[in-house]
Structures are given as structure tokens and as C-alpha cells.
């Protein structure tokens, strides 16, 4: 075979790699980001080295290091993870489930209402909590599911309507707590915290807590059900083609049904994660926090996959740790937010490819029959 | 009675934008693409409205300067749903995917260029607004009903807008008989653009002194509701535009009702989403949306 030829099947194997397809699309989101700090006349090396200080904890202008950043960026991944997974899960189903925000914004009020006024037991507490967190959220999703699969409502438009609806509940609910003025309510009983000492001491004080485990555990839960489990296998094939699986005695309206109850159970257990871990008081909520909207993002880039959502919700939970370093650098943190949007819009784009593989699919074909 | 007439211009104020951005939300998924991006172009027009329009205003150019900054907000609104027309219309890509890119997108780029330009995460205040006119109404309100006739006359009178309906209805039909499908899948989207990219001048230079992060907070979202809760239809979209527009103006006006008082205003906010919700599932079955809503056109294939 001729050098030129191996060639062509290397760009051929990497973009029909789905994974090869993800970092590129990260690199291009990076690229067009570097250059768009740049023509604003900013030094995108500032960009780098507050993202490198996210990642490592080390100070590349004053040589120091704190072990802190690290544990923040850590923290600050697992909703976006968990968030994936709210994502991935339903679209492992066929389902398109932008109603991650809205799941995770009443995982946060349960979990709040719960760490408020539930008992002061230790270990009881936050576990009721974030039980509670996990079934309003798998709730939200589940009764998604049962429109879509009863009344062919299409889950795109009523998930953005239940954000929204979840918003403003969430602020009726929380303003009766309480304590609760306009944006807060009163602190937390120690019992309701994740936050975990041994955690804390290692990483120099950061907010790094006990979800951080149960982060751990969705990621096994995810991989376990959908590649090991009856269930799984089912939910996949529905995703696949809904008319076959139908046809193999698959119950496709119980799969859809229970596929965005557990996605959504993953967006709550976010909320209640991020309550409890990273607040010591509960929120009044004035709009969305977006974990749920970047987990469309974070289960695309992970092709809805449990080891690249995670890596994927790592590279997010990177990028908002840096945000605040970035500004005192005089990089606007909003850079952050335009790289995740062009990744998403680069991965729209990425269709392209798919048509661009059987355009040269057929010239080749051309070729070889003109050569004959 | 008194104080709901003395309403009316407040509530035409909040419904104008709204109406204006659902317009073109219908027409896009008339000739066949969503457009959830809606918010995001609604962000992109408002702060290019609102940056231009304190800009222009130091100049001390006057009155023109509004309009000036109403048609760049409508601009960039178009430029910015070009993307959503590259990726749906010539590459086939999800039209969910895109539209959820653009409205991060939107996000990040509004306040990153409101920090280059004014060093803070929101534009500076402009001393101007719109002005109302003798009754009382901003000039928008007639501007939503020139954008709503000249739809529904565009897409119901004109040969153009029966070919703009056979394409979401039927592509392949429509390419059968020589209508060019993508050429008029473009105009449906950019148009779309322009007018959410308008509304967000109009809600930023009525409503308010800046552009915000939270300046747009959710409308076109509720645009979008009103598009289907409006079943596609000029007259239902314009209904649910105002249905949608009085729940928000009540959201702000309800303390000068003592009945209302008792109630907490988020549930006006709660309003347009819920009744969407009711209605998608009590209609359920008819199918009222673009048959080809939502699916790339591929030649050839069907």
C-alpha cells in the first residue's frame, strides 16, 4: 500500500472515532477561545496558566503551590458529571433531556428543605436529605417520561417548561423556610453537611466533601446499569430503534418512562450535592446555576459514555474553578462559557463529518470503477 | 377597572417582544426547523441593542440613535442564527444540539464583550430610553403588529409562504415541484434571528437601562411556549403572546391588587410554562406542529 493511502485511512479511523472526534472538538473549542482572547488584545498565556493552577494548584508567576485549587476543581466536577449523566442516560434511551436544570434546581430545594427542618441526626440526616434530593428529581424526570410516552409530548419543550416551573417553585418553597431573606435562608445544622475533615485536610481547606463518593458511586451505578443489566440492554435498544425494540417485546413506554426517572434522579442528587456540600446555608434562588444546561454539553463531549462523561465533567469543573483566576488576571471569566458553548456547537457541526466520510466514501468508489 | 386600563400599556410594554420573538420562532418550524435558540438570539440582539445605544448616545446623536441600535440588535440577532441554519439546514446536525450550543454560546459572548468594552459584566446604563407615545404605548407595541400581519399575509397570501409551508410540511414534495427547500429553510431561520435579535432591543430599550445577565431571563423560552401553545398559527401564537405577556405583567403589577396580594408572585411566573405543560397533553394526539418539524431534509432519502 502506498504511504499517501495509510494516511488516509488514519484521518478516516480517527473521525469515525468517536472518542478521537470529542478531543478535537475540545481542541477546537480551545483554539477559536485562545484566538477570540487574543484579537480582544489579551494575553492568552493568562488564560493557560490560571487553567494549569485549576488543574495542578501550582502558581507558574510566583512558584507556589496550594493543594486547595485542587480540591475545588474536583468539587466543582461533580455536578457537571452528575449532570452528564442526567443527559447521557436519557439519550442512551433516545430521549433529549434538556430538563437537567430543572431537576437539579428541585433536587436543591428538597435537599435544602430536608437539611433545614429534617432531624438532627448524625448520618441520618444528610442521608434523608439527599435521598430526598434524589427522588424529586427522579420525579421531574419520570413524569417527562409518562407525557412523552402516553401522550407524545415531546420531552424537549415540556423539559424547558419544568426548568422553569422548577425556578419558581423552588423560590416559593424557599422563601418559607426558616431564616430566609431574599437570596438566603438561615445555616445548616452540622448534621445536614457532606462536608468530610479528612477531605478538608488534605486539600488545604477546599470544599471537596462527601459527594464527591456518591459521585463515585453514580459513575459505577451508570456504568453498571447500562452496560451490565436487563434494563440497560433495553433502554439502549429503545434508543436504537424504538420500532424494533418494540417489536422484541421490549415495554417501550415503561423504559422511557423509568429512563428519565433515573436521569433525573442523577440531576437531583446533584442539587442536593451541591447544596449540603458547597453551602452552609440554603439558597434563594434568583436564576439558573446552569450545572444541568453544561451537562448537555459534558454528555456529549462523553458520548454519553460513564469514563468520558466523567472525564468530560472533570475539564468543566476545570474551567469554572478557573473562572475567578482568570479575572484577576484580566481575562473575562466569560471566556469559559464561550468555550463550552462552541463546544457544544462544534459538536452540532459534527454531523459534517459523517457527510463528509461518504462524500469520499464515493469518489473512491468513483476512482476504483473509472479505473477498471 | 381603573387600574387594569391603566395596565394595558405596561402589559403591551412586556407582550410586544415576546410576540415579536414567536413570530419568527413560528415561521422557522413552519418551513421545518426548530429553533430553541430563541433565548440566546433574543441575549445577542439585546446587548448588541443596548452597547450600541450607549455608545451612540455619548455622541449625542438623539432619537436616531434607538432605531440605529434596534436594527444592529436585529443584525446580529440574524448573524448569530446563521449558525443554527449552517448546522441544521446543510450538515444535518441535531437541531437541539445546535440551538442549546447557541444559547450557551450567547451567554459567554454577551458579558465577555461587555467586559471588553465596558469593563464590567453588564453594559453601561443609557440616560434614554424608548418613548411612549400619547396613550402611553412604546412604539414597540405597533411594531409587534406589523411584524404579526406581515406574517400572517406572508405565509397565507403569498405563493412564497405556501412554498415556506410545503417545505415543513412535506420537503420532498416540496423539492418536486422545484422549490428550492434549503434556500427557503434559510430565510425561515435568519428571519427567526432577526426578529428575536429585535425583540431583545426592544425589551432591553423599554424595559430597562442596561443590558444584564438576567435582562432576558427566560422570554424566549416562553416565546417558544407560546409558539406551540399557539398551535403554529399567527392568531394562536398572537393569543398566547398576550396570555403569556399579562401572566408576566402580573408578576410585577400584582401588589396593586390587594386580592392578589396574597399570592406570591412567582406564581405568575409559574403561569405561561404550566399552562404550556396542560396544554401539550390535552391536545395531545392531534398533531398540530410542521409534520416535518425538526428533521433535516436529506435529498434523495425518505
Known amino acids: ?372 | 377597572m381603573n387600574t387594569l386600563i391603566g395596565m394595558i400599556p405596561s402589559i403591551l410594554m412586556i407582550v410586544s417582544p415576546i410576540l415579536i420573538t414567536a413570530v419568527g420562532g413560528m415561521i422557522c418550524e413552519k418551513s421545518g426547523v426548530v429553533n430553541i435558540a430563541l433565548e440566546g438570539l433574543m441575549g445577542v440582539g439585546a446587548f448588541a441593542a443596548a452597547a450600541t445605544h450607549v455608545l451612540l448616545e455619548a455622541t449625542g446623536l438623539g432619537m436616531p440613535s434607538i432605531w440605529i441600535s434596534l436594527g444592529i440588535g436585529a443584525l446580529i440577532g440574524a448573524a448569530f442564527s446563521a449558525i443554527h441554519a449552517l448546522a441544521s439546514i446543510n450538515l444535518n446536525a441535531d437541531q437541539t444540539i445546535s440551538g442549546t450550543g447557541i444559547n450557551l454560546l450567547a451567554d459567554g459572548v454577551t458579558i465577555f464583550a461587555a467586559q471588553i468594552l465596558f469593563s464590567a459584566d453588564r453594559t453601561r446604563e443609557f440616560k434614554m430610553g424608548m418613548q411612549t407615545d400619547s396613550l402611553g404605548i412604546y412604539p414597540t407595541a405597533y411594531i409587534a403588529l406589523v411584524v404579526v400581519v406581515a406574517a400572517w399575509f406572508i405565509l397565507y397570501k403569498l405563493p412564497f409562504g405556501m412554498h415556506l409551508r410545503a417545505c415543513g410540511e412535506h420537503p420532498h414534495a416540496a423539492d418536486s415541484v422545484g422549490i428550492n427547500v434549503k434556500k427557503i429553510r434559510y430565510i425561515a431561520v435568519l428571519a427567526s434571528g432577526l426578529l428575536a435579535g429585535l425583540a431583545g432591543g426592544c425589551i432591553v430599550l423599554t424595559q430597562t437601562i442596561q443590558y444584564t445577565s438576567n435582562t432576558i431571563n427566560g422570554r424566549g423560552f416562553i416565546a417558544l411556549a407560546a409558539v406551540s401553545f399557539g398551535r403554529w398559527r399567527p392568531i394562536g401564537v398572537t393569543f398566547a403572546a398576550f396570555l403569556f405577556g399579562t401572566a408576566q405583567a402580573f408578576a410585577i403589577i400584582a401588589n396593586n391588587f390587594p386580592a392578589l396580594r396574597v399570592l406570591p408572585t412567582e406564581v405568575f411566573n409559574i403561569l405561561p410554562y404550566v399552562i404550556t405543560l396542560i396544554a401539550l397533553v390535552v391536545f395531545s394526539g392531534k398533531n398540530y406542529a410542521p409534520r416535518a418539524s425538526g428533521k433535516p431534509y436529506i435529498k434523495g432519502a425518505s
Open chain 1, 1 to 372: 500500500m502506498k504511504p499517501a493511502d495509510t494516511r488516509e485511512s488514519f484521518t478516516s479511523r480517527m473521525l469515525s472515532s468517536d472518542g478521537a472526534v470529542s478531543v478535537l472538538v475540545v481542541l477546537l473549542g480551545f483554539l477559536v477561545g485562545t484566538i477570540l482572547v487574543a484579537l480582544v488584545g489579551k494575553n492568552p498565556l493568562n488564560m493557560y496558566k490560571a487553567i494549569f493552577q485549576s488543574l495542578s494548584g501550582y502558581n507558574i508567576d510566583n512558584g507556589k503551590m496550594n493543594v486547595r485549587y485542587i480540591g475545588e476543581t474536583l468539587n466543582y466536577a461533580v455536578p457537571f458529571i452528575l449532570c452528564g449523566f442526567s443527559m447521557a442516560f436519557a439519550a442512551r434511551a433516545g430521549l433529549f433531556n434538556i430538563g437537567g436544570e430543572g431537576q437539579y434546581i428541585m433536587g436543591l430545594t428538597v435537599a435544602q428543605v430536608i437539611g433545614l427542618l429534617g432531624p438532627n441526626v448524625p448520618g441520618l440526616h444528610w442521608a434523608l436529605a439527599i435521598i430526598g434530593a434524589m427522588l424529586i428529581g427522579a420525579a421531574c424526570g419520570g413524569i417527562v417520561g409518562i407525557l412523552k410516552a402516553k401522550y407524545e409530548v415531546s420531552e424537549v419543550v415540556s423539559t424547558i417548561m419544568l426548568n422553569y416551573v422548577a425556578l419558581y417553585l423552588s423560590r416559593i418553597i424557599c422563601l418559607q423556610l426558616p431564616g430566609a431573606s431574599t437570596y438566603k435562608t438561615a445555616n445548616f445544622p452540622e448534621t445536614a453537611l457532606l462536608s468530610n475533615g479528612f477531605f478538608q485536610a488534605i486539600t488545604n481547606n477546599s470544599m471537596l466533601n462527601n459527594g464527591f463518593f456518591l459521585m463515585g458511586l453514580a459513575v459505577v451505578v451508570y456504568w453498571f446499569i447500562m452496560e451490565k443489566t436487563n434494563l440497560g440492554f433495553g433502554l439502549r435498544a429503545t434508543g436504537f430503534n424504538r420500532e424494533a425494540a418494540r417489536c422484541s417485546g421490549i415495554p417501550v413506554v415503561r423504559s422511557i418512562a423509568i429512563s428519565m426517572a433515573i436521569a433525573g434522579a442523577f440531576a437531583g442528587l446533584a442539587g442536593g450535592i451541591v447544596a449540603l456540600g458547597s453551602f452552609r446555608y440554603g439558597r434563594v434562588l434568583s436564576g439558573m446555576d446552569n450545572y444541568g444546561f453544561n451537562g448537555i454539553a459534558v454528555a456529549l463531549v462523553g458520548n454519553n459514555t460513564a469514563i468520558g462523561t466523567m472525564l468530560a465533567g472533570f475539564l468543566f469543573g476545570m474551567l469554572k474553578n478557573a473562572q475567578a483566576l482568570m479575572q484577576g488576571k484580566q481575562i473575562p471569566k466569560e471566556i469559559t462559557f464561550i468555550i463550552q458553548g462552541l463546544i457544544v456547537v462544534f459538536i452540532a457541526l459534527r454531523s459534517a463529518i459523517a457527510l463528509y466520510l461518504a462524500w469520499r466514501s464515493k469518489r473512491q468508489l468513483q476512482k476504483e470503477v473509472l479505473a477498471k
